[in-house]
């Protein structure tokens, strides 16, 4: 079972950023303003702390990326699926999409009560060794 997913549009935006910067990786760390959304980087860019939560992988085989969130942000968004969306405006200047006018963004929805009895028996997996 999935915890996070990426919309059709946004997997477009991340091959285009892959093909410029290589292999990248989500992180959203749930600061203020935009570090509740979630950020690209360039993967090993950005240093995952033993604290953060590997929530899966987004793409497909051509274009795989980590997606990470802090452990205190994830004991919010548990209980919901996430999927990596994007819309126009600007984001973050940290995020490798901002100089492309659009930023990445969540969508979520909670997990129905089956989903969830799966999950619970899931181990969390933090930090970079997953």
Not at 75 to 84: F, I, M, Q, R, S
Request: glycine residues 10%.
């Amino acid at each position: 079972m999935n915890r996070v997913e990426i919309a059709p549009e946004a997997l477009l935006m991340l091959k285009k950023m892959q093909g410029i910067h290589g292999a990248l990786m989500f992180h959203q760390s749930g600061g203020c303003c935009d570090g509740s959304s979630p950020m690209c980087y360039p993967l090993n860019d950005f240093k995952v702390g033993q604290a953060d939560v590997f929530l899966g992988f987004v793409g497909d085989e051509e274009c795989r990326a980590p997606f990470y969130m802090s452990g205190s942000q994830f004991e919010y968004w548990k209980h919901t699926h996430l999927t990596v969306d994007i819309v126009p405006g600007r984001g973050s200047g940290f995020s490798v999409e901002a100089p492309e006018g659009v930023r990445f963004m969540i969508r979520s929805r909670l997990f129905e009560d089956n989903e969830w009895a799966i999950l619970e028996k899931e181990p969390v997996l933090t930090g970079q060794n997953h």
